[in-house]
């Protein structure tokens, strides 16, 4: 019998609907004047991601969804903000554009760090880097020319991003992404909730 392929996995607070309508007409406003080379992410494609995890072999998956739920099982819920926008690795030379993060960052820390230490013995080692919390809203290819890079820093430059909506974080979910020609479509393939209670019943088969 032929085993079942693997799958693109990560872990990642989904967003609330309002969230999502808010960054999708900012980066309208952001894009107004494109440029080749510049993709702006699907609002349904953004998420706060606290762990890519890559190729999950489907023997793998129920063993992540144990690590899950023992990582968020002693974390309380809270919430975060919107707060700022920024570039990586910087506004010069900026090939991710992305908004900041506000509130309970260091729940938001722990909580990353108790995913990281339970899944990182399945196969997934911790990243070199620290965790910055972040939600992507562009990505810019090398051949983005230098007049569009300018254009795009002065406006973040110059633009305020605050606005006045609340991320709640009750729900740690195991995503797939599947890569198509049109951008990738996700799924949730698990949901848990923090502080203890169970996975919702989004839990998928």
Known sequence: MTEAP????FIA?????????ELAAFQRRLAAEQAAGIKWVSPNGIHLTLKFL????????????AALATAVEPVPAFELGLSGLGAFPNLRRMNVVWCGLSGGLDRLVELQRAVEAEVSPLGFPAENRAFSPHLTLARLREDVSAEARQALAKKLAGTKFEPD???PVEDVSLMQSTLLPRGAEYRCLASFRLAGRQPDRRQAP
């Open 165 to 167: 909506l609340k991320i």
């Open 13 to 21: 607070v989904e967003l609330p609907e309002p969230v999502k309508t």
């Open 54 to 65: 890559g190729q999950a072999a489907p023997g793998q998956i129920e063993a992540i969804r």
């Open 6 to 9: 693997s799958i693109r996995a």
